[in-house]
């Protein structure tokens, strides 16, 4: 393992975003049967899971260990294929936090 990926703080931030993800993942298909104030929450969620993917981007973008970059660029590859193209990752954030903020703002709470 790399240094990078060795460093306490690095793996703990990867289990957070790992275990958002996975929550987040179990109640999407429940989300347009959710309250409003349980949509709420679940928008809070997955803009808390963007801050910890764009601080993640932000270290693997700074590193030079070889596993972080080539970590980098098969995200910057999926980003890709999941149709980004070849977007700024940090401006990707921005505009998604953007869209959630939007949709939160024009919510009943």
Known sequence: MSKFFESETVRREMEDITDLQKEL??????FPYMSDEAKWEHMQSVKELLDKQQVMWTRL???D????????KK???S??????GDADMQTIFKNMKYTIDQMQKHMRR
Do not use: N, R
């Open 61 to 63: 973008s700074l590193s």
């Open 79 to 84: 980003s890709k294929d999941i149709g980004f």
């Open 25 to 30: 993942y179990t109640v999407i298909m429940k």
């Open 75 to 77: 995200i910057q590859a």
């Open 65 to 72: 260990d070889p596993e972080a970059q080539a970590m980098k």
